[in-house]
């Protein structure tokens, strides 16, 4: 597996997807759309939004097309270019689907029940959909419909990514040698704490902040975020190194600028207040010019509409050029059979 620190090699072609809930935060920004954004001058970047993925839990569907507009106004403002990039919706390429299906048959169950993330909501649910357990499965469709060599995530989709891997080897070795198997592209980003100090950050939990949020809002957040457990006062010397706020500073400020917060920390002459107030400040010019974007992408929204219409027009001629292949290989062409013996009858 391709190691975090491992670029891909240029040219490559790159897959990921985002579940849509809304606006993204400050977790989605500094995990994947930083670097998403990053990559799309040296690959050939394919990304989606999974609103497929969203339906295998309890959800609001009349809320859902809604949340689909907001993040892909998020991928926009965050700078994914539809001109270097192509930005679709996972629903308007049924293909992603279709090749769902036919991968349920070499995608064991086993590895499927092994799957952590399935064992921990399963756990929760008195009634569990088979389309969580599935969940890896068009995880697996949706990277390979599109050959991709590369696939950007955060440590807790690896699992998944090496189901994906195993589902191509599987079928290449029943159907011929077809379909990559994808690497692991880890951002150093790694998992990013949320304002909590202890869980993943997430929009549900209340521990992110918006990437379109405003000034008052972030400084709002921003002021409930744990800080050094130890540093009871003011004048108590703090650890830099346990601090989820150092941490955090750590994705917005120069090298002189944290040598300076370490120190000022270290011999307690900057409390956690000021230093919540100057990450606060960080964050908020990081995404000022996020919110400009977003503004007019909200005051155009049929070009948001033109955007992912272009992108999955696009993404869906790949998609079908994939399916024919795989069609073919697995015996599903019967139409091109059926011609070709009128063909022969009829010479």
Request: hydrophobic share 35%; net charge negative; with cysteine.
């Amino acid at each position: 597996m391709t190691h975090a620190s491992t670029r891909p090699p240029p040219g490559s072609r790159v897959f990921s997807g985002m579940q849509p809930s809304g606006e993204a935060h400050l977790g989605n920004y500094l995990g994947a759309l930083r670097q998403w954004a990053a990559m799309q001058d040296d690959y050939d970047c394919i990304y989606c939004i999974v609103d497929q993925h969203a339906i295998t839990g309890r959800y609001d569907a009349a809320a859902l097309p809604g949340a689909v507009f907001d993040l892909a106004i998020s991928f926009l403002a965050s700078g994914l270019d539809p001109e270097r990039s192509i930005i679709f919706v996972q629903s308007d390429v049924p293909e992603h689907t279709e090749l769902s299906w036919l991968f349920n048959s070499v995608a064991p169950i086993g590895d499927l029940e092994r799957m952590i993330q399935f064992k921990e909501k399963s756990e929760r649910m008195e009634s569990v959909p088979v389309g969580l357990l599935n969940y890896p499965v068009l995880q697996a469709a949706d990277i390979l419909i599109y050959r991709a060599d590369v696939v950007p995530v955060g440590e807790d989709q690896r699992q998944h990514l090496e189901l994906t891997r195993d589902i191509a080897r599987k079928w290449n070795a029943r159907f011929g040698k077809y379909l990559p198997e994808p690497q692991a592209y880890i951002p150093r980003a790694g998992r990013i704490v949320g304002l909590d100090g202890r869980s993943k950050m997430s929009k549900s939990l209340g521990n992110t902040v918006g990437i379109l949020d405003e000034p008052d809002e972030i400084r709002r957040r921003v002021r409930t975020a744990v800080t050094d457990p130890a540093r009871i006062r003011k004048t108590d010397p703090g650890r830099p190194e346990v601090c989820n706020v150092y941490s955090l500073h750590e994705h917005f400020a120069d090298e002189e600028r944290l040598d300076d917060i370490a120190h000022q920390c270290r011999t307690a002459q900057r409390g956690c207040v000021q230093c919540k107030g100057m990450l606060a400040e960080e964050i908020d010019e990081a995404f000022a010019p996020m919110r400009e974007v977003a503004a007019h992408y909200r005051a155009h929204p049929e070009e948001v509409r033109r955007i992912l219409d272009d992108g999955a027009q696009r993404a869906g001629a790949i998609a079908r050029e994939t399916m024919a292949e795989v069609r073919s290989r697995m015996g599903l062409d019967w139409k091109r059979t059926a011609r070709a013996l009128t063909e022969e009858t009829e010479s």
